[in-house]
């Protein structure tokens, strides 16, 4: 049980436009999704907080224009980063919290690379 | 704010030997989660251990034992007898929420530890 997916795995597109990343929890409800993002050899970073049916709260330096966040049902929450840029390039990696499950209890997704040309 | 400081970039040993990972965090809160991660080349995080600031009996799981210590503010996970699937690189990770039921915080996570086994 507990499982995240996140699709796609791996994304190339063009500076310009806009790529969606899905992260669905296969086996639970997720009240909290959260995303991350991990530069090359780096750590990961907060960027954002999903709550189900409200607007997400992003973390200081976050863009919340270019990265649109909707978690509009218990087990989805997408990502959507607009007019992405060469400097967007990065492992994207989403994380949800369980509604039954003891507090903080928090599965992550397997990440997606994305990569702007 | 609260900070995971996990002061080795990278440690290189040869199979067999014990290694040690150090994390020291900071927090206000008295009220707080620690994690350990293991990220291997695929990038997916592999959960190792969560443990709640109450609670600081140290933890053994096979070759994987965890050294909880407040009065440090350290949280330090040493492998016994290494083996080269260990090598990964290895984050530690802290969350200052409580427990409410309510609000969840995301990780604040360390920059993390190359670790390379040598065969």
């Known amino acids: 049980g507990a499982v995240v997916s996140q699709h796609p795995s791996r994304v190339i597109c063009k500076s310009g436009t806009s790529v969606k990343i899905e992260c669905r929890s296969l086996?639970?409800?997720?009240?909290?999704m959260f995303w991350y993002r991990q530069f090359p050899k780096q750590s990961l970073m907060l960027m954002a907080t999903?709550?189900?049916?409200?607007?997400?709260?992003?973390e200081q330096g976050v863009e919340k224009d270019k990265f649109l966040i909707n978690h509009a049902s218990l087990t989805l929450s997408t990502l959507t980063v607009t007019s992405a840029h060469p400097e967007d390039s990065s492992f994207y990696i989403c994380s949800a919290r369980d509604r039954e499950a003891s507090y903080n209890e928090q599965f992550f997704g397997p990440g997606t690379r994305l990569t702007v040309l | 704010a609260q900070k995971v400081t996990q002061a080795q970039t990278e440690i290189s040993v040869v199979e067999k030997e014990d290694v040690t990972l150090d994390c020291v965090y900071e927090?206000?809160?008295?009220?707080?989660?620690l994690f350990w991660y293991k990220q291997p080349p695929s990038g997916e995080l592999v959960f190792l251990i969560r443990r709640n600031s109450f609670d600081e009996q140290n933890e053994i799981s096979g070759r994987y034992s965890w050294n909880f210590q407040k009065s440090t503010s350290s949280f330090n996970f040493t492998i016994t007898a290494s083996q080269v699937v260990d090598s990964a690189v290895y984050f530690c990770?802290?969350?200052?929420?409580?427990?409410?039921?309510?609000?969840?915080?995301?990780?604040?996570f360390g920059k993390g530890t190359h670790l390379i086994i040598q065969p």
């Open positions: 086996d639970f409800q997720a009240t909290t």
């Open positions: 927090t206000r809160d008295t009220t707080y989660y």
């Open positions: 999903s709550n189900e049916g409200s607007k997400a709260t992003y």
């Open positions: 990770a802290l969350s200052e929420s409580t427990y409410s039921g309510g609000g969840a915080d995301g990780l604040t």
